[in-house]
């Protein structure tokens, strides 16, 4: 399977900290993608970041990429209580075709 | 402009019945697709289209069919529903053909319950 694997499966922190949540994948990738879900609602589309990046930033969201490793990271700076959701990383793997392969996710709390 | 529209929202079907999950999008996207989310699993894509007339599998296809007669719409049909099939099914678009780089816009989920 090409799926990602997230880490931690969950995290629970107070407002004002800051969460990092990573992602592994086991091919290489054209592009991966993180994204955020609300409780009992679907998905929305955080940050892409391209094989050919590092590092991308968003407001305050921060993900990094390391094909070496294959590995990503979302660090999301200054939480707060309205970031508690579901995160999950999503890669596009070369070869794989038009797929766009999700992990089983971070479920974040951030306590206020 | 309404996005990435599903229906029904609630669904309680019987082992063995049949039936239909809609999914309608108006923003003219080319690339539609099925995926089901079930606990500690993340998403598992069932099957996709990348236009009118074109599908293909995902990673999870088995007991489910799709057809892509127009644009719009993306029905995903569970012909004889097993309780395995018991999951939230969730459609997403793209706005090309490829998906390679680009954001996909999911509609909000279907609950679906065979007992």
């Known amino acids: 399977s090409q799926q990602g694997e997230e880490d931690p499966q969950a995290l629970s922190i107070q407002e004002g900290e800051n969460a990092t949540m990573n992602c592994s994948y086991k091919?290489?990738?054209?592009?991966l993608q993180w994204y955020r879900q609300n409780s009992g609602r679907g998905l929305v589309h955080l940050i892409l970041i391209r094989s050919n990046e590092r590092e991308k930033h968003s407001g305050r969201l921060r993900v990094t990429l390391d094909t070496s490793k294959k590995s990503s990271s979302l660090l999301i700076t200054a939480s707060r209580a309205a970031d508690t959701a579901s995160y999950f990383c999503?890669?596009?793997?070369?070869?794989?075709?038009?797929?766009?392969?999700f992990g089983a996710g971070t479920i974040l709390r951030v306590k206020s | 402009n309404a996005g990435v529209t599903q229906t029904p929202k609630f669904q309680v079907l019987k082992t063995g019945q049949s039936m239909t999950l809609q999914c309608a999008q108006d923003?003219?996207?080319?690339?539609m697709s099925w995926y089901r989310q079930d606990p500690g699993m993340g998403l598992r894509l069932i099957h996709y289209s990348v236009g009118a007339g074109i599908t293909d599998q995902g990673e999870v296809p088995n007991g489910y069919n799709v057809s892509r007669s127009t644009t719009e719409d993306f029905p995903l049909r569970l012909l004889s529903a097993a309780p395995s099939q018991t999951s939230v099914y969730f459609c997403?678009?793209?706005?090309?053909?490829?998906?390679?780089?680009?954001?996909?816009?999911f509609g909000e989920g279907s609950w679906l319950t065979v007992v």
């Open positions: 091919t290489s990738i054209n592009n």
């Open positions: 997403a678009t793209s706005t090309t053909g490829t998906i390679s780089g680009n954001t996909i816009y």
């Open positions: 999503a890669t596009d793997a070369i070869g794989y075709g038009n797929k766009l392969v």
């Open positions: 923003m003219n996207h080319e690339y």
